[in-house]
């Protein structure tokens, strides 16, 4: 299992994002439209899989296709799979997966976390805003940081 991930959220145009996931395997590009809580979602999503959950989701859409992110954990490992969709409302059995990877869920949040920092550094959050239409997700990050946090020492102790 590797332990590498990088993910980049870019802001293009009033209400979408582009976002790349890869690792030393495969790289994909994701498009997001704010009509849905893209960041919120995955953020949280990540939130649940810390929390102990083994299965999460998030979604973006993008109009009328969708991507569909889907995390599995067991112990302190995941695997993510990213499904494209014609339509945000199909099945999973409906999609194509476009981006899988097998990693530490240490360093997927890690990748994930490091991605909206670098998000938050990038555009300021009251620019975030203007671009994207909605709120930087300061509360989904910073709760997706202390449980990892939290984890960690425990994990440590």
Known sequence: MTADMRMIWTLDGHGWADCTVENHQAKAELTASYITSAPEDLLTALTQLIAGET?????????????????????????????????????????????????????LVRAVIRCFDEVARSYGESSYRSKWGEHFPRTELEAL????????RRDDA
């Open 55 to 107: 299965e999460a989701r998030a979604q973006f859409e993008a109009e009328p296709t969708a991507y569909r992110w889907i995390f599995y954990r067991e112990g302190d490992d995941s695997w993510v799979r990213v499904l494209g969709l014609r339509h945000g409302s199909d099945h999973d059995n409906k999609g194509t997966e476009i981006w899988s990877a097998q990693l530490p869920i240490d360093a």
């Open 145 to 152: 940081r202390r449980l990892w946090h939290a984890r960690r």
